[in-house]
Structure formats: structure tokens, C-alpha cells
């Protein structure tokens, strides 16, 4: 069974230009995550969808980050404009339950690492 | 000061070696996870506690959440270089929800052989 796929592995972009990082869950796996880690700092989380619904995107930065998941498969992150602040590795990850009790394993993907220049 | 405190920040020990890294949260608690992070591997499971006293073993690695549910230690036995990474811990606050962890900024693991 394929584990949660991220798309690119490594982007190096330019201050303001436009960037669009792709998440494929586990099949079968209605939540999805983005949460990112910057340079020294700890893994923060970015929002969660369930299917293709957004349940909670407290920890965007700003408006300039754009989360989508059309059809409740795949998901993409856009950056737009990437600023300088914006490097680092953002992670995808999902799960197939919603309930911390019920054991729902949280899976990670490998990451997009992003440098912003 | 960080939520979420993992000890030590780094550390090298000799193959064959034991170890503990610990995980040291301000907030009870509710439930933890701790993954491996391998440059280009992402954050690999490992373990999930969910209760107070819970003591998980997978391989040569042991985890406990202690009963207060404010601290958790991860313990490998007779390590590898293949246990080499960073070891981070994740902590559950909210009870119904498992979506938004926590994390702490990880233990960075190095064996030599």
C-alpha cells in the first residue's frame, strides 16, 4: 500500500513568485493535514480537511497560503507570493479516522523541502 | 517557553549502546506519538500512547507515558546505526480530536559504529 506521496520533493523559488505543493493521502483516508517546519523552529500544523471540507485552518500564516482538495482526493498548497519566510518543509499527512481514542495513526509524507531565495 | 520539551536536543552514542530521549510537556497530556525523521523519509511512526502508565515496545524501542501524562520517554536497547535520525514527539491535546499535534523540536540521534 503506498504511503502519503508529496509533489515536488524540492522546489527553490524566488521572493515573489508562485508555488503549488501536492499531497496524495492514503487511499482511503478521509483527513488530510499540512504542517510545516521552518528553519529552528518545531513542526507547527497548517489545517486539517476532512474529505474536502476544511475543519480547521487556525494555524495558516496569512493569506498568501491557499489550501484546496477538490473532489476530497489529493490536496495542494499554494504559496502566492513566496516570500522569504516561507522556506522550509512542509508536510503532508493523513489518517483515516478522526478520533484520537479510537487509535487513528496519524501517517506522514516525506515532505516538500522549500527554499525560497 | 516551548509547550513541548524534548531532552536532550542531541545526542551520539556508541553502537550497541542504550538510550533515552525524553519528551517533557507544560500541559497534561492527552494522548502522545513519536516518529523518526530521515532526511527524504519524512516522519516515520513509531509509537502512540494513549494512557497513563502506557508502555509501548516495538523492536528495540520502548516508549512510556508517565501516569501524570506530562512526560514520555523513548528508550532503545543495544542501538544501531539504523536508529540514527531525529526523534520527534507529538502530544494530543484535545480529547476528541487527533488532528492537531503538537510538536517538540527533536532529538537529534547518532549512532557510530
Known amino acids: 500500500e503506498a504511503g502519503v506521496t508529496q509533489f515536488p520533493s524540492h522546489s527553490v523559488i524566488e521572493k515573489g513568485q508562485t508555488v503549488t505543493l501536492r499531497c496524495d493521502p492514503i487511499s482511503g483516508h478521509d483527513n488530510l493535514y499540512w504542517y510545516r517546519r521552518v528553519m529552528g523552529k518545531e513542526i507547527k500544523f497548517l489545517l486539517h480537511?476532512?474529505?474536502?471540507?476544511?475543519?480547521?485552518e487556525s494555524g495558516m500564516p496569512n493569506n498568501r497560503f491557499l489550501a484546496e482538495r477538490t473532489g476530497g482526493t489529493y490536496s495542494t498548497l499554494k504559496v502566492q507570493p513566496a516570500e522569504l519566510e516561507d522556506s522550509g518543509v512542509y508536510f503532508c499527512a493523513s489518517s483515516q479516522g478522526y478520533g484520537f481514542l479510537s487509535g487513528n495513526t496519524i501517517y506522514f509524507g516525506e515532505g516538500s523541502w522549500l527554499t525560497v531565495v | 517557553s516551548q509547550e513541548l520539551e524534548q531532552s536532550p536536543q542531541s545526542l551520539i552514542v556508541q553502537e550497541g549502546k542504550n538510550l533515552t530521549i525524553n519528551c517533557t510537556s507544560s500541559k497534561t497530556l492527552y494522548g502522545l506519538y513519536w516518529y523518526k525523521q530521515k532526511y527524504g523519509e519524512g516522519l516515520i511512526f513509531l509509537m502512540m500512547l494513549q494512557k497513563g502508565g502506557e508502555e509501548k515496545s516495538h523492536e528495540k524501542i520502548t516508549a512510556k507515558l508517565d501516569e501524570k501524562k506530562q512526560q514520555s520517554s523513548l528508550h532503545i536497547t543495544a542501538s544501531q546505526p539504523s536508529h540514527a535520525g531525529i526523534y520527534l514527539c507529538?502530544?494530543?491535546?484535545?480529547?476528541?480530536?487527533?488532528?492537531?499535534?503538537?510538536f517538540g523540536k527533536g532529538t537529534l540521534l547518532t549512532v557510530n559504529p
Open positions: 507529538g502530544a494530543v491535546r484535545s480529547g476528541g480530536s487527533n488532528y492537531k499535534l503538537t
Open positions: 480537511f476532512v474529505k474536502e471540507s476544511k475543519q480547521d
